[in-house]
């Protein structure tokens, strides 16, 4: 008899240990309302109070499907993409693109046919990264754009300007930069990962032009790009910051003069400095050549693995393009975004933070100096491009070449989803 | 009661049981582990070498064979060979100060009269803090890079500028934080290896040694505590390389942000983890370097075995 009880403990323990594992697909829990089939929904974390409990209201008032809301911290992209292999992945989720790869991998779905009759209604810029082949992937979200916050007071102080030049800002940031205070902030890795094209654009040059080709093939990009290895080489850049350039901590505790940041930081800066702040696109790198600021946006796609394609679809709809007063309500109560919909942004009503001071500058700069990073720009882009802009600044690595060796994989990866598309 | 009376039981469930059932225990222990490894271990294993060979960009069950392609590719990429070389560079520096610290440590924990107990917990706590959150720490409190960092205000008092530790290639400071956190983590542990292996050393042949004339200090170390510390410093030696092979941990948390990593102290498995499971989902130029890096992890431990001698019988 002790042994078989014995058996019978260990080959539960066994089985107890093996369906202990995988159960969780996120199918059940979080918010839920309404009848009809079950879809799970996923977004990043927000850093702001309140849009969780946002999200999941919207989620609880559609009545066509039972919606869960699921709230991911941590490397939400890496979490996306693994999940996408799988179908106890998400239902519709919020991506920051989705990439060529997952367009042409047959991972998400069209979504083109939700568009019809509000095409035009939304940011031009940021649809187009969204398009590919003239099909739509994604419904955006918000506007979400990067730009330069200055301290109004501590110019004056310096006698300058907001710089409208490259070479400007270069002299701004050395004049400003104290033993105390540095000039420039653009992140701790010196500004590569930030930045990213922004520099090229304000070149007059792009990452990748309409026809599929390398668009930085021209010395203006290494003049740039040398400039910003000129803001290191002065020490007037603030490195190694105890938050990173995406958080406002190090403008508003005054570890720096002006900080490289995004939109979502205007509230937080402007409660800490009231109005002794002003914000600039990234100077002008080249004669003649606009200031730049970048422009992305969060959109909503389906999964192709979901089991309710159509309902999925139609509760993208209903949120993402019929309910433009959620809409206002997510991109303007709790962080700081721009609604994707024109008719919502420019509206001086329904958008009134927006249509004052430096947050009416910030708007002006995403409509007449905004890019987005084109669909193309490939993460392996983006790391050969990025990798070679840090060697640039920190290590005083040639641009020239630097730039020669980032056009061959460029050139090469380009060659490489061209040819997958065609 | 007797299990053989309550149920009746063929020749074949006796012989597949075994003498006194041991073959069904041996099963019943071992067989969870060894599922476990198969489906965790050895499936994902094959797997990776079969996607190795393909084009799989988003897919785990990909149909765009490439031969080599991958490989090649994998090794022609300067990014991964570099990758490489920072490994290397990162070994030469922490097994030979890992080996001299915990060694240093132990041999004076050892000749401690009083309190030998609350050294060795001392020494070894650090042994049970998460690589994570050390690495936190030497990042937000002790080696940012501005003027209230631990390392900048001491360096201030003697009236030096700030430096930014991680974001300094010229001289290269990151690896001063790289190199000190894990220090701090693992000396602790190899202490308590030597001091075991110290321990195991019989006092008669410091007597005899002493009788001989040897000197204490330098001419004892040499020739008494070293050689008969020789298996537990190969042991010690074998695991430091392994465990430098299997950087992430510090390296990830000290140096990603949220748009990447820096090109420089990127070591193999920061660099695979970006290929294959960042936003790239490159898995097939991820396995392929996955493959190369497991061949390369099994030539050098197969070679410092041989060469080390070990599990050749001790004379």
Redesign the interface.
């Known amino acids: 008899m002790t042994i078989s009880r014995r058996a019978l403990l260990a080959s539960g323990a066994a089985l107890g240990l093996l369906t202990a594992c995988g159960s969780n697909t996120g199918r059940d829990g979080g918010g839920s309302g309404g009848s009809g089939p079950k879809l799970a929904q996923w977004y990043h974390q927000y850093g702001e109070a309140g849009t969780e409990e946002a999200v999941k209201r919207y989620a609880d008032a559609y009545d066509k499907a039972d919606v869960s809301v699921q709230w991911r911290p941590g490397n939400y992209d890496e979490q996306t993409a693994a999940a996408l292999l799988t179908k106890s992945g998400p239902d519709v989720f919020e991506v920051n693109g989705p990439t060529l790869d997952q367009i042409q991998g047959g991972q998400v779905l069209d979504l083109t046919d939700l568009f019809d009759g509000v095409k035009d209604d939304f940011n031009p810029v940021v649809l187009a990264p969204k398009t590919h082949e003239g099909r739509i992937w994604a419904v955006p979200q918000v506007v979400d754009m990067q730009l330069l916050y200055y301290r109004k007071s501590l110019l004056a102080d310096a006698g300058r300007k907001p710089p409208a030049t490259l070479e400007e800002l270069v002299d701004t940031a050395r004049e400003l930069t104290t033993k105390k205070v540095k000039g420039l902030f653009l992140g701790n890795d010196g500004g590569a990962g930030a930045l990213g094209g922004t520099p090229l654009y304000a070149a007059g040059l792009r990452l990748v032009t309409d026809d599929g080709k390398a668009g930085f093939d021209d010395p203006a990009a290494a003049r740039a790009l040398a400039h910003l290895r000129e803001l290191y080489e002065d020490k007037s850049l603030l490195l190694g910051a105890p938050s990173d350039w995406s958080d406002p901590s190090a403008f508003v505790q005054g570890l720096t003069a002006m900080q490289w940041s995004g939109l979502w930081a205007l509230p937080a800066v402007e409660k800490a400095l009231g109005d002794d702040f002003g914000v600039a696109a990234f100077p002008a790198a080249a004669p003649g050549a606009r200031p730049a600021v970048p422009v992305g946006a969060f959109g909503a796609a389906v999964s192709a693995r979901t089991a309710h394609k159509r309902a999925a679809k139609d509760f993208v709809k209903w949120l993402w393009i019929d309910r433009t007063d959620y809409q206002r309500d997510f991109a303007l109560s709790y962080g700081f975004h721009i609604p994707a919909r024109l008719s919502l942004a420019k509206d001086p009503e329904k958008a009134a933070p927006l249509s004052k001071g430096p947050a009416a500058d910030a708007v002006r700069f995403s409509t007449e100096n905004g890019y987005a990073e084109p669909l193309r720009w490939t993460p392996a882009s983006r790391v050969a491009y990025q990798d070679a802009l840090s060697r640039i600044i920190k290590s005083g690595a040639n641009p020239s070449s630097e730039l020669r060796s980032v056009l061959r994989k460029v050139s090469a990866e380009l060659a490489r989803v061209k040819k997958k598309s065609a | 009661?007797n299990?053989d009376t309550?149920r009746p039981r063929g020749s074949l469930w006796r012989r597949l049981a075994g003498p006194q059932?041991r073959t069904l225990w041996f099963w019943?222990?071992v067989?969870?582990f060894a599922?476990g490894l198969i489906a965790f271990t050895y499936v994902p294993l094959g797997w990776s070498v079969y996607l190795s060979f393909f084009d799989a960009?988003?897919?785990?069950s990909p149909t765009d064979f490439v031969g080599f392609g991958n490989y090649t590719s994998m090794l022609r990429n300067d990014?991964f060979t570099d990758s490489l070389w920072t490994f290397v560079v990162f070994t030469a520096f922490i097994v030979p100060t890992t080996y001299l610290l915990s060694l240093s440590l132990a041999l004076m924990v050892n000749r401690v009269r009083r309190a030998q107990a609350f050294f060795r917990s001392v020494f070894f706590l650090p042994a049970a803090c998460s690589y994570v959150v050390a690495a936190l720490i030497w990042k937000?409190s002790i080696?940012?890079?501005?003027?209230f960092?631990l390392a900048n205000t001491v360096l201030g008092w003697f009236g030096a500028?700030q430096t930014?530790?991680?974001?300094?290639?010229?001289p290269p400071w990151y690896w001063l934080v790289i190199v000190t956190v894990r220090l701090w983590l693992q000396a602790g542990f190899y202490m308590i290896l030597f001091l075991a292996g110290l321990q195991r050393i019989s006092p008669t042949l410091y007597e005899a040694a002493a009788v001989d004339g040897a000197r204490p200090g330098w001419q004892v170390l040499r020739h008494i505590t070293l050689p008969q510390l020789r298996a537990t410093s190969v042991a010690v030696v074998l695991l430091l390389v392994i465990n430098a092979f299997q950087a992430f941990d510090e390296f990830y948390n000290l140096l990603s942000?949220?748009?990447?990593y820096?090109?420089?102290a990127r070591p193999p498995l920061v660099y695979l983890y970006?290929t294959a499971?960042?936003?790239?989902?490159?898995l097939g130029l991820g396995s392929a370097g996955a493959v190369l890096l497991a061949l390369i992890i099994a030539v050098v431990t197969i070679g410092q075995a041989r060469w080390f001698g070990l599990g050749r019988k001790e004379d």
């Not at chain 2, 499971?277 to 490159?282: C, D, E, H, K, R």
């Open positions: 009661m299990a309550t059932n019943v222990f067989g969870p599922l960009h988003n897919t785990v990014a937000m080696f940012n890079g501005v003027r960092g500028d930014a530790w991680l974001s300094t290639t010229d942000d949220s748009r990447g820096p090109p420089y970006y499971l960042g936003q790239g989902q490159n």
